[in-house]
Nanobody, 115 residues
Framework: QVQLVESGGGLVRPGGSLRLSCAAS????????MAWYRQAPGKERELVAI???????NYADSVKGRFTISTDNAKNTVYLQMNDLKPEDTALYYC?????????WGQGTQVTVSS
């Protein structure tokens, strides 16, 4: 069993920045991948960014150049640095990790971009 605790969401103006954190209850070195998803009202959940074992990363086209996913192995934490935020980035952001057996989801943290 893996517990995930997300934090860092909030209200920010367009052009601002936020950093989301997702702390895992196990060593992230045991995980196959860690990712951030988001779901806006009335829309399907979508992949925002993923980092795999070996540290390869992939991003949704809509966030490339603005968002960065990274990990801190000592803290068992994955981050999502979000810069130049736009109103269309408003969503509930979820952390997801993948183990050999199954995936686990966090509870979500709200990001609202509005002037």
């Amino acid at each position: 069993q893996v517990q995930l605790v997300e934090s860092g969401g909030g209200l920010v103006r367009p052009g601002g920045s936020l950093r989301l954190s997702c702390a895992a209850s196990v060593s992230i070195l045991r995980l196959d991948a860690m990712a951030w998803y988001r779901q806006a009202p009335g829309k399907e959940r979508e992949l925002v960014a993923i980092i795999n074992k070996g540290n390869s990363t992939n991003y949704a086209d809509s966030v490339k150049g603005r968002f960065t996913i990274s990990t801190d192995n000592a803290k068992n934490t994955v981050y999502l640095q979000m810069n130049d935020l736009k109103p269309e980035d408003t969503a509930l952001y979820y952390c997801k990790v993948r183990t050999v057996l199954k995936p686990y989801w966090g509870q979500g943290t709200q990001v609202t971009v509005s002037s």
